[in-house]
């Protein structure tokens, strides 16, 4: 499902219902062409071990995908995909 946004992010956060293995888990950012659009500084928050984030580059209008994939300390794998678009 695409989101609209009227102001580009300058941060995309993931929450997940299990604690996550900081050293398997990465987001990445990619604009309508497969550029890297993020800062290459994906990590699991310290304070929270449910958030995986990664900060943005200032982004143009246009359509970005964010591609996820973690490890739970329950050793589950999951992965996805989603995208938004910047007005």
């Known amino acids: 499902m695409e989101s609209t946004l009227k ?3 300058k ?3 993931l929450y997940f219902s299990e ?3 900081p050293a398997y888990s ?3 950012v990619e604009d309508d062409k497969g550029a890297r ?3 290459d500084d ?3 928050d310290r304070a929270n071990p449910f958030l995986l ?3 943005l580059s200032p982004l143009a209008q246009g359509t ?3 591609v996820w994939r973690v490890l739970s300390v329950d050793s589950h794998i999951t992965e996805g995909r989603f995208t938004f678009r910047v007005e």
């Open 7 to 9: 102001r580009p992010p």
């Open 11 to 13: 941060e995309v956060k």
């Open 19 to 21: 604690r996550l293995e």
């Open 26 to 28: 990465t987001v990445r």
């Open 37 to 39: 659009v993020d800062r």
């Open 42 to 44: 994906s990590q699991v």
């Open 53 to 55: 984030k990664v900060t």
């Open 64 to 66: 970005y995908t964010v």
